[in-house]
């Protein structure tokens, strides 16, 4: 069964960082693209970084371009979201996605 398992969100001050992670499994992890998306309350879902399969090609929203980057460790089927300078806008529940699959989420919330 594919799963999808987040984890390392948290409470954090403006500027800070977090790294948040998703473990993988159920599936050819190597061979799949993984998306990162995040949804405040009242809003919908929107991607914020996309990688290929091997790690070779990223895209980010223009809203954490150059503060957050998404990077992957096949060997462990997972899957990082280093995320610096955050800003209180940043604030939102982190989804970890593969194709039509979801992990739970992690809550991450930037405030002073």
């Known amino acids: 069964q594919v799963q999808l398992v987040e984890s390392g969100g948290g409470l954090v001050e403006p500027g800070g960082s977090l790294r948040p992670s998703c473990a993988a499994s159920?599936?050819?992890?190597?061979?799949?693209?993984m998306t990162w998306f995040r949804q405040a309350p009242g809003k919908e879902r929107e991607l914020v970084a996309y990688i290929n399969a091997v790690g070779g090609s990223t895209n980010y929203a223009d809203s954490v371009k150059g503060r957050f980057t998404i990077s992957r460790d096949n060997s462990r089927s997972m899957v990082y979201l280093q995320m610096n300078s955050l800003k209180p806008e940043d604030t939102a529940v982190y989804y970890c996605?593969?194709?039509?699959?979801w992990g739970q989420g992690t809550q991450v919330t930037v405030s002073s």
């Open positions: 996605r593969r194709l039509t699959y």
């Open positions: 159920g599936f050819t992890f190597s061979s799949s693209s």
